[in-house]
Structure formats: C-alpha cells, structure tokens
C-alpha cells in the first residue's frame, strides 16, 4: 500500500501520474505481520539466487558435496517449500512457518561459511 508515480517517456515526452495502492479490505493482517511474510520471503528468494551462483561456483571447483543436493544444489527446493507456506495466505505467517524459514537461512548461512572456508583454505 502507498502512493507512487507512474512515468511513461514517449519520443522524449514524459508523463508522470499519482497513483494510489490500497490493502484489499478483506486482508486483516496487521501491516507488521505482512512485512515479515514479505521481508522472509525476499530473503529466502535471494538466498536461493545467490545458491545457484554458488553451486555453479563449487562445480568448477571440483567439489560435489557443496554443489550437490546436500549443498547449495538443495537451496531452491528447501527454500521455495518454505516461501510457498509463506506466501500462500494472507493471514499472518505461523511460528511453524517463521521458525521454518529462519531455520532454512541460518542453514545457507552455515553453508555459505563452509564453502567461504573450503575458499580459503581455512583462513577466515
């Protein structure tokens, strides 16, 4: 929700217009619980962005226990059951789902240390 701006730029002729983006009334969830879905959801998706670069990564590198399913080649399957929960309901996000996706995260997390270790050489 919010007001924005649309620009549209036609043979160097710009058009800018107000809009406003309303909560569909029906959505009750509080604004903060909807921030939370949104903010675990963004970050879930981006660590399973950055896993494909980094599964590619451990490939080349020769290291097929990080590339793999039980490394970040498993990232997208486990992170995207816990957006999907996340992003399937307008009420608020459950402890179970919170607690899922905080769990997924600190997991890449974990990952990303093994891997930044494995990098170099055990020097962090």
């Keep these: ?9 036609v043979d160097g002729q ?3 217009r107000p809009f406003t983006v309303r909560m569909d009334p029906r959505v009750k969830t ?3 619980q909807l921030r939370l879905q949104y903010d675990l959801s963004i970050a ?4 399973m962005r950055e896993a494909q670069t980094l599964a590619a990564a451990a490939r080349d590198k020769g290291d097929s226990e990080l590339a793999g399913p039980n490394g970040f080649g498993g990232v997208a399957g486990t992170h995207q059951a ?6 399937g309901s307008d009420m ?7 607690q899922t996706a905080r769990e997924r995260l600190a ?10 270790a494995s ?3 055990g020097r962090e």
Excluded at 1 to 9: E, I, V
Excluded at 44 to 47: E, H, N
Excluded at 92 to 98: A, R, W
């Design 44 to 47: 879930l998706f981006d660590a």
């Design 1 to 9: 929700p919010g007001t924005y701006t649309a620009r549209l730029t």
């Design 14 to 16: 710009m058009q800018s």
């Design 30 to 32: 509080p604004l903060t």
């Design 92 to 98: 608020p996000p459950t402890t179970v789902m919170i």
């Design 119 to 121: 990098t170099s050489g």
């Design 107 to 116: 997991a890449f997390a974990a990952l990303k240390r093994k891997w930044r």
């Design 82 to 87: 816990a957006m999907s929960a996340l992003q």
